[in-house]
């Protein structure tokens, strides 16, 4: 296992695949961009037309949800081979964070 | 640092444990300090015994009773059964994945120094003003009102530690994930593997939660906060909460190891494959994963209404299911095998049937109806005392046996192994089966003393004989150390003849470089395998022999916690009005920790080669023992 940096000559066609892809991660990143700026707008539209609390607050957290899923796959690219262990931890995490909270808001707090 | 054997000087080798970050001997570190801790814990179990030997015994006053159960439980548990542990996880797991090291060594050694200072310093309670005395639970209305600085010592000495733990956590998950040597899957992992790894992500998740709920504590004590406090509106329940969602994941993180242990001797001493791996495999996670939905067990009594008793005692019973799947798999592991009662095989098989029956009384505790009479008696220290006893202990006593060879290089003797198991194991039943019926006759646990006429008399002296006998069970355990130590007789790669696993195919201790070349692993007991295929060298290789890059040794982290050390003891004193100098020692303290930091991250330390024709050096029988 000697530590030496390997240099790598690309060819030509790997430059080309590797041009290509990027062009349709950019694409997907602009997507994904113009979505979360638009549940941004939803978001703010319903508190400036004077929803209910009951149903805006619901809904908000639906849009933040969504908007931290878009975020972790195309912007820190957890759907990038590799990723898999990191994304099964986060979840756990999250997981356990939902039991505890679930867990002192309906038992303790309610 | 040369691969070089050489006779080192005493100083020179302490200096050398000071500053290492090889795995193996940081692992002999965690077994030294975590034995220690051992030891001192079972003096207090001892003293424990002495006072309630008798009816209204006056060996021990009230509130230094208090101090001794408070701290004895805490170092079993945090001080003594996880590094002794964590031990075994750093010598074995990464020569069983055919790793050179761990995934971050520095950090390892960090780990390990954090550990030992927090528990150093909750322990320095005892000669400076009184141990904490409120349970190792800790609960907080009681914590709150103890007074002195027992509690403070408890809170900040585990905030230490619990960081150790948390990094030596993270630094296996990484390792195993990472660090495994071709071919080695993740389904051809050694079940040892297996459990730290599930042991590990119950440690990254479990310890947050006790991380906060310290740091509640902290505040409402030395800062005057309130999180706890009622009477200033905050609620004494979220702490039982926070620790017990900390508390029961950690009980797992006890039992999962040693099950893995077990798992490796079964397979070992019968001779035969694991029966049913893949089931063990799952079982294993499914426990971890079940270990976060059923805290509340511990808090049936505290009125949380029948719904939620329900739920977390369905849950709770759910549990025994995958445990009640391991222990299938292992007798089926041992039917049929051909089998050698060595000295960890004995361990192994009494560990059946003594940790069935502490599952069967959790189960018990688990139907929340029984648990309002089985709460706060003595059926509960029974309960527990059967699953961490009779199944961590043993697996520690076992697991010693077995490992000895790979971490030292010499064989326990065999002879007197067996003494140790008999007396403790006698002892161990003779103590903690009787008090079942303690508890069901109504002795609460932690009380000090009771009166002659309440009937308990004669089973409080038949427990605490029982004490004697797994006292003298672990003294002939330490007179075969010191025999095994000063005898010196080096043994072979495999000394038990019969190893499966990576670990027996390389020498008695490993170089430090653990595999001169990696290991290509072909299927689950990969040295079995080679073994049976007749090949002598015991593994295949997945490189040619190069040179090898490692990491420098490191003082730092021995300075990183003693930093954390020193503040302690200016967080502890910070609110005392006549100790001014208190802010001066937490601000030295925390220097001297970032001060560290800072010198860590702007020095590079790229580390060093050990060249091929050092290494060929030693394949021809230089250096074996790792210096
Ligand atoms: C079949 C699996 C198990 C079940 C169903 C179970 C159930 C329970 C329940 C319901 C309690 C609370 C009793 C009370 O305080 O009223 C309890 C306490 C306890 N259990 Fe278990 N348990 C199981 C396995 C384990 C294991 C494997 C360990 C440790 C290695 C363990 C360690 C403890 C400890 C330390 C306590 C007492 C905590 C305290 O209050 O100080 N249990 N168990
Ligand atoms: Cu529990």
């Not at chain 2, 585990?158 to 948390?166: E, P, Q, R, V, Y």
């Not at chain 2, 549990?319 to 089926?332: E, H, R, S």
């Not at chain 2, 077995?402 to 007396?423: A, N, R």
Request: with cysteine; hydrophobic share 55%.
């Amino acid at each position: 296992m000697a530590h030496d940096t390997h240099i790598h000559v690309r060819s030509k066609a790997e430059f080309e695949y590797a041009k290509k892809k990027r062009a349709d991660e950019m694409r997907g990143h602009l997507a994904t961009f113009a979505i979360m700026i638009f549940l941004t707008l939803i978001a703010f539209t319903m508190v400036a037309a004077g929803f209910s609390a009951y149903l805006i607050v619901p809904i908000i957290l639906l849009l933040a949800g969504i908007q931290v899923i878009l975020q972790l796959y195309y912007f820190m690219h957890m759907s990038g081979k590799g990723h898999g262990m990191v994304a099964f931890f986060m979840f756990c995490g999250m997981f356990v964070a939902f039991i505890t909270v679930l867990a002192l808001v309906t038992i303790v707090w309610w | 640092m040369s691969s070089i054997a050489q006779k080192k000087g005493f100083g020179a080798t302490i200096w050398d444990f000071m500053t290492t970050v090889d795995h193996k001997k940081i692992a002999i570190l965690y077994l030294i300090s975590g034995g220690f801790f051992f030891l001192v814990g079972g003096i207090e179990a001892m003293m424990i015994r002495i006072q309630l030997a008798k009816a209204g015994n006056d060996f021990l006053s009230a509130g230094l009773y208090n101090e001794i159960i408070t701290m004895h439980g805490t170092t079993m548990i945090f001080l003594a059964s996880m590094p002794i542990l964590l031990a075994f996880m750093n010598a074995i797991m990464p020569l069983q994945i055919g790793a050179r090291d761990v995934a971050f060594p520095f950090l390892n050694s960090l780990g390990f120094w954090l550990f030992f200072f927090g528990g150093i310093f909750l322990n320095l309670s005892w000669f400076m003003g009184g141990a904490p005395d409120a349970g190792w639970t800790n609960y907080a209305s009681l914590a709150l009102a103890s007074e002195g600085h027992g509690i403070d010592f408890y809170t900040l000495g585990l905030t230490i530690s619990g960081f150790g733990t948390l990094i030596a956590g993270i630094n296996f998950l990484v390792t195993i994930i990472n660090m495994r040597a071709p071919g080695m899957t993740y389904m051809r992992m050694p079940l040892f593997t297996w459990t730290t790894f599930v042991a590990s992500a119950l440690i990254l998740l479990a310890f947050p939660p006790l991380t906060v709920g310290l740091f509640f504590m902290v505040f409402d004590r030395l800062f005057g906060a309130s999180f706890f406090a009622v009477e200033m509106g905050g609620n004494t329940i979220i702490w039982e909460h926070l620790f017990w969602i900390f508390g029961h994941p950690e009980v797992y993180i006890l039992i999962l190891p040693a099950f893995g242990i077990f798992s490796e001797i079964f397979a070992i001493f019968s001779r035969k494959r694991l029966f049913g791996y893949t089931a063990l495999v799952f079982a294993t996670i499914l426990i971890g994963f079940y270990g976060f939905m059923v805290w509340a067990h511990h808090m049936f009594t505290v009125g949380l209404g029948p719904t939620a008793n329900a739920v977390f005692a369905l849950a709770t019973m759910i549990i025994a299911v995958p445990t009640g799947i391991k222990i299938f798999n292992w007798l089926l592991t041992i039917w049929g095998g051909s089998i050698s009662f060595t000295t960890p095989m004995i361990y192994a098989v009494a560990f059946i049937p003594s940790f069935v029956a502490g599952g069967v009384t959790g189960v018990m505790q688990a139907i929340a109806p029984l648990d309002y009479q089985l709460h706060d008696s003595y059926f509960i220290v029974a309960h527990f005392h059967y699953v961490i006893v009779g199944g961590v202990v043993l697996a520690i006593l076992a697991g010693t046996h077995l490992y000895w060879p790979k971490m030292f290089g010499t064989m326990l003797s065999e002879k007197l192994g067996k003494w140790t198991f008999w007396f403790f194991f006698i002892g161990f039943h003779l103590t903690f089966f009787i008090q079942h019926f303690l508890g069901l006759m109504g002795m609460p646990r932690r009380v000090y003393t009771f009166g002659a006429d309440q009937g308990w008399d004669l089973f409080n002296a038949i427990s605490s004989a029982g004490a004697i006998f797994m006292a003298i069970g672990v003294i002939i355990l330490l007179v075969n150390v010191v025999m095994t130590t000063i005898k010196n007789e080096r043994v072979g790669n495999d000394p038990w003849g019969d190893g499966r696993t990576l670990e027996w195919a390389i020498p008695s201790p490993p170089p430090f470089y653990n595999f001169a070349q990696t290991p290509l692993v072909r299927g689950l007991d990969s040295f079995w395998i080679e073994k049976m295929e007749g090949n002598k060298k015991g593994m295949i290789f997945a490189e040619p022999l190069g040179d090898i890059h490692m990491p420098n040794n490191s003082f730092i982290p021995f300075v990183m916690s003693l930093g954390m050390f020193v503040a302690s003891f200016g967080a502890l004193y910070f609110l005392d009005g006549d100790k001014p100098w208190a802010l001066a020692v937490l601000v030295i303290g925390l220097l001297i920790t970032f001060g560290s930091m800072l010198v860590r991250s702007l020095k590079d330390d790229l580390g060093f080669h050990i060249t091929k024709a050092e290494l060929l050096k030693d394949a021809k029988g230089g250096n074996t023992d790792g210096h």
